[in-house]
């Protein structure tokens, strides 16, 4: 699947995000293994740090299908004019279930305008895909 096909399920997706309070329709969609595209939106609360990303909606969302191995996520803000990045929890929560290699795509409203990146470059130095490659001891 490519990028642009990902991104245009992860603007899909935007459009059910709950999001009243900050107006930020975010969207994610993760391309699984098997071919199936998980998607979901942000989703927030009135105690707003009890928000939770698109990105960690969408990867709680398909553990919870019983899906385990990804290919590839797209996330599209339809509220920005610039490519929008994962926060720092999300990175932390894409680095547990995916390797430093796996194909993270970002776009704003634009989706031609996207950032095509990595797990390993959105969270480098990560403890768990180190200690599994070995790196601790180089
Ligand atoms: N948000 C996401 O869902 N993903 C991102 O990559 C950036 C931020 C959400 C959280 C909150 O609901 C809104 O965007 C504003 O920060």
């Known amino acids: 699947m490519k990028p642009e ?16 309070y900050s107006n930020f329709n975010v969207g994610a969609a993760l391309l699984c293994a098997d071919g199936q595209v ?19 909606s969408a990867i709680v969302k398909a553990i919870s299908m019983g899906q385990t191995k990804f290919s590839a996520m797209a996330v ?24 430093s290699d796996f194909p993270v795509y970002f776009s704003g409203m634009n989706l031609d305008d996207f950032v095509s990146t990595t797990t390993g470059e959105l969270f480098p130095f990560d403890a768990l895909s180190e200690m599994r490659d070995g790196k601790y001891n180089e």
């Open 38 to 56: 998980v998607t979901a939106g942000n989703i927030e609360n009135r105690s707003y740090g009890l928000t939770i990303c698109a990105e960690r």
């Open 76 to 99: 599209c803000c339809t509220k920005a004019d610039y490519p929008v990045s994962p926060c720092g929890a999300c990175r932390q929560v894409i680095s547990e279930f995916t390797e």
């Open 5 to 20: 096909e990902l991104l245009k399920e992860a603007e899909k997706a935007a459009e059910r995000s709950y999001s009243p």
